[in-house]
């Protein structure tokens, strides 16, 4: 047999390719993922936002939209936050005189009503606070009359030179 040069040619019972199309036609294989953030996100925000799917941008001035409860419960977290915050003694001073419940208490005992036992419970316990409160700061009951009859007008012009005397005292010093 006689020695044969193989050839690049198929000859026809050899599949054919398929024919040439232009690059613009082709089908690109793989696809590229859409996964992470385009680029330059970071410094475009409004840009990825529109690209969720919103038209306008979202302005972030304007807060919530939800509904606020104007009820009960905004007085009790309002009486949280004032019960946190710790009160003077003046202040309770004049939060538990001006009490409601305490001065139509006080307006019943002026008319002579009796109070139930635990009316008046609550009424001695609030005026035994009242005092306390009273002699922390110094202040004396203007109610009580002052039954310092032994001042004579002697005695009171004594009174009145020795704080004369240390007055000038101060002014030396």
Known sequence: MTRMKKSRKAGDAAPKHAPRTKKSE?????????SGNKAGSRQNPAGSASAGGSKTAKDPRIGSKKPVALGQIASESAQSKAAKVKLTDEQKLLQLEEDPRLNQLLDMLEEGRDLSAEDQLWLDKQLAKIETLMQKLGIEDLDEPVTDHSDSDDALLEKFDAGLEQLQQYQKE
């Open 26 to 34: 082709r089908v690109l294989a793989r696809k590229k993922q859409d």
